[in-house]
């Protein structure tokens, strides 16, 4: 059964983007909870960590234009997509310009949550371990702390990799009077988000690898973790060896668990929550808190008879031709309403409707198109993803070509979904699972995090693996730059914080 966070009518503690530093303000606030004044039983931590799972939803925000949620946004980022309908503001279409202003809505909106996120993990972490002994067991006071502490590691993640060095703040706001943090450097960030998922993986040690709740599990928190790992052996720190080996031996866990499987279809990675390839998603429910993407990325203009009651918010993103090319001859995941799709039934049943172009299947929801909400739930991680991190991460710490064999056969499981018919290789390149991990996790907000820390794109013509600065991928109108890796510090919180600058 769904756990729909998102419910959670209050905050346990005061989410702060701080907006002025006058002088009524320096009185000692009245409204922060503590631990004398709230954490005193099991029931109010939990609802003080459920409160922290409203943040996680993020990319599902969006503004008043139809198809404009943060996860559209991210997907522009790379370059592999094309939007069918108009864009009515600039914000969208300065990510296909890569020239991204610090005035856009979407800069502010990943900032401003992350930050009410860490904020809420902050006065949680201090509250739950201040309470007193017998007012909650063992058990539920480490789940309910290694969920915080992996909660504060993630939107830290998430920070990181979009602006590089931000402010760290690991104590929660009990006096409002100073909203000017210095800047960490990435390489401290960094260090505390690997502490963070540590500290979280003890906790949860001796707790299930899964649940079908949708919470936070220990499967979740090793391959988190390994995708930190794996992202300090690359850029920006360039860490090497060292953390690819960390990285595989992380993921490797995950993999001798035997908790995790990859489906034998496809069709199950849009039909089965919370089990087997599914490690962590996004809970929605269809009433109360739906899942806008099967609307969004709907045929547009809308065919003329209709296939999705929700036929008239289509047109967000789809994938470009050129992309999808790339993908090997005989690939499953070009056949038809896999991974995408041209045609599909009419709502009324009276046939197959031609779309006139390819259009992104990942996200629909056959309900959705009856009766015109979805209640899907969006993957964070994936086994698939850990298993190409896995082969990832040991193919570079043997210096780009591994014989290892568990790393081969986590690379083949996924590969040999796709060509069925194609045998086990006896080495694979570092370079060929980057390949892969395009063609596989397309349009599920992980292929620019990819290029930005393996400076690695896809070459839409060729399907090789070329440096990403310099190259041009195919919606976009300029080449990749350095300056095009990280956002910029938004407008709002420069004029509160003159710290956030970049040298």
């Known amino acids: 059964m769904k756990k729909i966070y998102s419910n959670i009518s209050w905050l346990i503690v005061l989410a702060v983007i701080i907006t002025s530093c006058d ?5 000692k606030p009245k409204t922060f909870l503590n631990p004398d004044s709230y954490y005193q039983n099991e029931k109010q931590a939990l609802a003080a960590v459920n409160g922290i799972y409203t943040f996680v939803d993020n990319i599902m925000d969006s503004d008043i234009e139809p198809g404009s949620q943060s996860f559209i ?3 522009f980022m790379h370059g592999y997509g094309e939007r069918m309908r108009g864009s009515g503001t600039q914000d969208l279409a300065q990510a296909n310009s890569l020239l991204i202003a610090d005035n856009n809505s ?7 949550t992350a930050y009410r996120a860490i904020e809420n993990c902050n006065g949680i972490i201090e509250g739950i371990e201040s309470m007193a002994e017998g007012t909650i067991s063992e058990t539920k006071k480490n789940q309910y702390l290694g969920e915080a502490y992996f909660l504060r590691g993630y939107f830290y993640f998430n ?3 979009l602006y590089g060095p931000v402010p760290l703040k690991l104590t929660p706001t009990k006096d409002v009077t100073n909203t000017e943090i210095e800047l960490s450097s990435m390489e401290v960030v960094y260090t505390q988000i690997d502490a963070d998922m540590t500290k979280a993986g003890e906790l949860m040690e001796s707790l299930d690898w899964t649940n079908t709740s949708g919470r936070v599990t220990k499967g979740t928190v090793k391959s988190m973790h390994a995708k930190v790992l794996l ?6 720190l360039q860490k090497g060896t060292e953390y690819y080996t960390k990285a595989y031996n992380m993921a490797k866990q995950v993999y001798a668990s035997g908790k995790f499987h990859l489906f034998d279809t496809y069709e199950k990675l849009r039909t089965v929550e919370n089990s087997g390839e599914i490690i962590w998603s996004i809970q929605r429910e269809a009433d109360n808190a739906g899942n806008p993407l099967h609307s969004a990325l709907l045929a547009y203009p809308a065919p003329v008879k209709a296939v999705s009651a929700s036929a008239a918010y ?7 031709q050129m992309f999808f090319d790339t993908y ?13 799709y041209t045609q599909q039934e009419a709502l009324d049943k009276s046939g197959m409707i031609d779309l006139g172009r390819l259009y992104i299947y990942k996200y629909w929801d056959q309900n959705a198109a009856e009766v015109g909400k979805s209640g899907a739930n969006f993957t964070l991680l994936r086994y698939a993803d850990v298993l190409l991190m896995m082969a990832e991460a040991k193919a570079q710490a043997d210096g780009g070509t591994t014989t290892d064999a568990d790393a081969i056969e986590a690379y083949y499981s996924v590969r040999k979904r796709a060509l069925p018919q194609e045998a086990k290789p006896t080495s694979i390149t570092a370079d060929k699972v980057l390949q892969e991990r395009f063609w596989e996790l397309a349009f599920e907000n992980q292929t620019w995090y990819d290029m930005v820390r393996t400076r690695k794109a896809l070459h839409a013509v060729t399907g090789q693996m070329v440096n990403m600065i310099g190259y041009q991928t195919p919606s976009h109108t300029a080449p990749f730059t350095e300056a095009s890796l990280l956002l910029p510090y938004p407008i709002r919180e420069k004029r509160l914080n003159p710290n956030l600058k970049r040298d």
């Open 23 to 27: 002088s009524f303000l320096e009185e």
């Open 73 to 75: 946004f991210m997907e």
């Open 106 to 112: 979407y800069v502010q909106r990943f900032w401003e």
């Open 159 to 161: 920070l990181v990799r």
């Open 231 to 236: 992202t300090m052996a690359g850029y920006p």
């Open 314 to 320: 289509g047109g967000a993103i789809t994938v470009t």
């Open 328 to 340: 090997p001859e005989g690939d499953k995941r070009k056949d038809e309403r896999k991974f995408y």
